[in-house]
């Protein structure tokens, strides 16, 4: 399966600029995004991409929170793209969500951010109630991804690291139900690398945007409010501590 998939070109990156389309299309689109179901109060972790912090998921965390949701950001500055250094963090903040609530919380991750709301999943499934990927590779780490190139540059065997992400994919499956957002216009992930066929609980739910678009579509916030009401009350209750030790990947810092 992995021979067929190639990394965006970088020619294509300018394409991204559509991405701000987005913006007057979430306005005109308000209306009916209000409209969508409410929640009472389930705690949503949302963790940017690559290169980006929470100011990149601000107005998805407003809509989130007028649909009565406890949403909150990663808190961790830049997302530097190190799961050495951010997963260890995010896993206490994860706990600590779920502890003042009472309830397993939804991880939404954008790109890179999906990346780590899966291995916090894979790390405690008794804490997460649903993940949320936006963009994100699961095949290949950043092999499949325009800055492909640059990590080769920089003397980095990503063929290696596509080889480990397989094994951890293949050796520890996912306990949480997943729903995987991507497009086919993504000039920065490459779509295919976006498909885990792996996982049994996951829905792949494609969307027309650019990357730079998942954070301000509207198509993808209407899906996001309808399945995070589907998942309303199912599994919500804590269950007895059992977190798995799964061996990251040595991603570069």
Known sequence: MTEILQAPSSSHVMREARGLLELPRLLLGFPSLARQPRGNGEPILILPGYGAGDGSTTILKGYLRLLRYRARGWGLGRNRGSVG?????????????????????????????????????????????????????????????????????????????????????????????????????????????????????????????????????????????????QFEGQSGALAPRQRRRVRLAKLPR
């Open 85 to 229: 250094d951010s997963l260890p963090r995010l896993l206490r903040r994860l706990g600590n969500l779920s502890r003042r609530s009472k309830q397993k919380v939804t991880i939404v991750g954008w790109s890179f951010g999906g990346y780590l709301a899966r291995e916090l999943a894979r790390e405690r499934p008794d804490l997460v109630r649903l993940v949320i990927t936006l963009g994100t590779p699961v095949v290949g780490g950043p092999k499949y991804t325009v800055v492909a190139e640059s990590y080769r540059k920089r003397g980095i065997d990503i063929d290696a690291l596509a080889a480990e992400v397989e094994e951890r994919n293949r050796i520890a499956s996912l306990e949480v139900p997943v729903v995987a957002i991507y497009s086919r216009s993504d000039a920065v992930v490459s779509w295919q690398a976006c498909i885990d066929h792996l996982s049994t609980d996951i829905e792949h739910v494609e969307v027309q945007s650019s990357h730079l678009g998942f954070g301000f579509s509207p198509e993808v916030y209407q899906i996001i409010a309808q399945r995070l009401a």
